[in-house]
């Protein structure tokens, strides 16, 4: 299991709906898993979990190849919330702020699948695995690319605060931000 895995959209909806019957470091496997490790090296990092519990996950389509699910991710993107109305999906002071900031510094030219992809590896390596952790909960609860965007903001002045200006610059290059 030495791939590099990365959630399907069945996945995604998993974490959201919890359907299938997966023991906690299974569901915590997926949670964390994206494609900035291989598959072994996720396992090592959650307790308890065993390549058995990645086994599960790819058996039941909860995760996939690294190049597998990119595609049918960007195939499937979630459209369950209209474009008028994805911007008000984000609560909070953020929320308003990013309502009220120009659209170019709220918009990013990376697809869904990539911001998903990608966002949770930057807050790892930036913030550490228990922040990134952190992140990946709130990547989870964004709808739609809005709401990634969203998260995407919020990451950049995360880190900004954390690590300052320079490293903030290097996290908006990578994810396309003005």
């Known amino acids: 299991m030495a791939d590099r895995y990365t959630k399907t959209d069945t996945g995604r909806d998993e974490i959201r709906a919890r359907v299938h019957a997966l023991t906690r470091t299974a569901r915590n496997l997926l949670l964390i898993i994206d494609a900035s490790k291989a598959g072994d090296q996720w396992i090592a990092l959650v307790r308890g979990a065993t390549a058995d519990d990645l086994r599960t996950l790819f058996d039941a389509g909860l995760v996939a190849p690294f190049g597998a699910a990119a595609v049918a991710s960007v195939q499937a993107a979630p459209t369950s919330i209209p474009p008028e109305q994805a911007g008000t999906a984000t609560a909070g002071a953020s929320g308003a702020a990013a309502e009220s900031a120009p659209a170019s510094a709220t918009t990013t030219a990376l697809s869904y699948s990539d ?26 609860r964004a709808s739609g690319l809005a709401g990634l965007q969203q998260v995407a903001n919020d990451l950049v002045a995360e880190v900004e605060r954390v690590k300052g200006p320079a490293v903030a610059r290097s996290v908006k290059r990578a994810l396309l931000l003005p």
């Open 115 to 140: 911001l998903y992809d990608l966002l949770p590896s930057l807050a790892k390596e930036h913030l550490g695995l228990l922040k990134g952790y952190r992140w990946a909960l709130a990547i989870e």
